[in-house]
T-cell receptor, first 110, second 115 residues
Framework: GIQVEQSPPDLILQEGANSTLRCNFS?????LQWFHQNPWGQLINLFY???GTKQNGRLSATTVATERYSLLYISSSQTTDSGVYFC????????????FGKGTKLTVNP | DTAVSQTPKYLVTQMGNDKSIKCEQN?????MYWYKQDSKKFLKIMFS???????INETVPNRFSPKSPDKAHLNLHINSLELGDSAVYFC??????????????FGPGTRLLVL
């Protein structure tokens, strides 16, 4: 099955810093989503981005489907950005199963 | 207004018991899902229903039985609970079963602890 790898696994930042999270996937996909799981365990949709670039406030994401990767940019990070960021993909070829990466754990210190 | 809701949020129970988790979505979505998040935070799909019809059934012990009384509800019943069932269970929903798949929206999760 498709492999989804996220890097780095852990990231520690000072408030105000910028960061880039990466998601590589091993096969073609129909869908790619980024989620933020906050310290209380809630899974929050960030982006639905099978291709192209989207921006939402301090967050933006780019997916280059032909090269099988996606990037999540966080600018001017805040302590509330802490948590685990997951990338999830829906493989092409008839599968309806969203496959998750193992996540990047982000800690933003004040 | 809660889009995808789950009850209970926390569930602590003894090994061998039977328990149910309920999920409801008020988004008018056709497709609903159950995911399990283990202690290492890894999320994996368990089941998916489209308009009350089972469309995904992963390699899950048959002690787990999903039930969808209507397309707005997907419940998860677990028989003879085991220690390894301790996890966070997330319900999710999406608009419809199309290509490409619509965005999935997740509930708050149910934290199950089996003692």
């Amino acid at each position: 099955g498709i492999q989804v790898e996220q890097s780095p696994p852990d990231l520690i930042l000072q408030e105000g810093a910028n960061s880039t999270l990466r998601c590589n996937f091993s096969d073609s996909v129909n869908n790619l989503q980024w989620f933020h799981q906050n310290p209380w365990g809630q899974l929050i949709n960030l982006f639905y981005i099978p291709s192209g670039t989207k921006q939402n406030g301090r967050l933006s994401a780019t997916t280059v489907a032909t090269e099988r990767y996606s990037l999540l940019y966080i600018s001017s990070s805040q302590t509330t950005d802490s948590g685990v960021y997951f990338c999830a993909v829906l493989p092409q070829g008839g599968s309806e199963k969203l496959v998750f990466g193992k996540g990047t754990k982000l800690t933003v210190n004040p | 207004d809660t889009a995808v809701s789950q009850t209970p949020k926390y569930l602590v129970t003894q090994m061998g018991n039977d328990k149910s988790i309920k999920c409801e979505q008020n988004l008018g979505h056709d497709t609903m899902y159950w995911y399990k998040q283990d202690s290492k935070k890894f999320l994996k799909i368990m089941f998916s229903y489209n308009n009350k019809e089972l469309i995904i059934n992963e390699t899950v012990p048959n002690r787990f039985s999903p039930k969808s009384p209507d397309k707005a509800h997907l419940n998860l019943h677990i028989n003879s609970l085991e220690l390894g069932d301790s996890a966070v269970y997330f319900c999710a929903s999406s608009q419809k079963r199309t290509r490409p798949q619509e965005t999935q929206y997740f509930g708050p999760g149910t934290r199950l602890l089996v003692l």
